[in-house]
């Protein structure tokens, strides 16, 4: 369990290098709408990676 919270600490920081490319197929807004709803979708994503690997962290208290 310990290792997918970890997995997730890592995809946190990687939401944005997948987001930004997937709204970026969208081609009726503006290159800088584009850009911002990306960066918002990746921190709405990034929020909630965050919180589930420190609910993994201390679902029993951290360390043994």
Known sequence: MDTL????WIAMFLTPLFTIPFVWRF???SKVSRILIGLFLAGVISISLYNISLDIL???G???
């Open 62 to 64: 951290m360390g043994p």
């Open 58 to 60: 201390f679902r029993e």
């Open 27 to 29: 081609k009726y807004m």
């Open 5 to 8: 919270g970890q997995i997730l």
